[in-house]
């Protein structure tokens, strides 16, 4: 099956500053790679997806980018601001699976004021 | 529209005891899934259905058993609970359009504890 790894697990930046969190996978099947946000204590929640053929897509101040040869996705969110403070997951999903998602284990954000 | 509704938001149980997780959703959604989330290892998939009457088994399925009997309900079953079934558990729905995979909407989740 699928493995999707995810780094850093922790990461502070200064408002202002840049965050960039980083998956790999393993299976070249996959073809759709999605973002969520998870404010604590509240449900996950889709910041942005991409598709396997499309190279980078971007929605304001969030960015992410897929480099199908490495197997590797990024999620880049620039001008940070205190309420970018949240877990991030990444997932990836193949066709014909229906809808089933391998989840990287999460990086906690945390945007300094 | 509620988009997908879990209860209950909290509950503990004693070892051993079994118990029901409620979730729904009113977007008329094909797939429906259960995920458990531990700390340190993400959102991990125990069950899944793609239509009524139809499930299959996700990553972590032992220990817990569902059914799929109309398009809005798809309710997860602890037959006998033990401490390491200690968790937050997630449902979610998505449309399923043709073969390409959809935004899935999380509901808010209950955190279970298991004494």
Known sequence: GENVEQHPSTLSVQEGDSAVIKCTYSDSA???????????????????????????????????????????????????????SAVYFCAASKANTGNQFYFGTGTSLTVIP | NAGVTQTPKFQVLKTGQSMTLQCAQD????????????????????????????????EVPNGYNVSRST?????????????????????????????????????????????
């Open chain 1, 30 to 84: 996959s073809n759709y790679f999605p973002w969520y946000k998870q404010e604590l204590g509240k449900r996950p929640q889709l910041i942005i997806d991409i598709r396997s053929n499309v190279g980078e897509k971007k929605d304001q101040r969030i960015a992410v980018t897929l480099n199908k040869t490495a197997k590797h996705f990024s999620l880049h969110i620039t001008e940070t601001q205190p309420e970018d």
């Open chain 2, 27 to 58: 977007m008329n959604h094909e797939y429906m899934s259960w995920y458990r989330q531990d700390p340190g290892m993400g959102l991990r998939l125990i069950h899944y259905s793609v239509g009524a009457g139809i499930t299959d088994q996700g």
């Open chain 2, 71 to 115: 398009t809005e309900d798809f309710p997860l079953r602890l037959l006998s609970a033990a401490p390491s079934q200690t968790s937050v558990y997630f449902c979610a729905s998505s449309y399923l359009m043709g073969r390409a995979n959809t935004e899935a909407f999380f509901g808010q989740g209950t955190r279970l504890t298991v004494v």
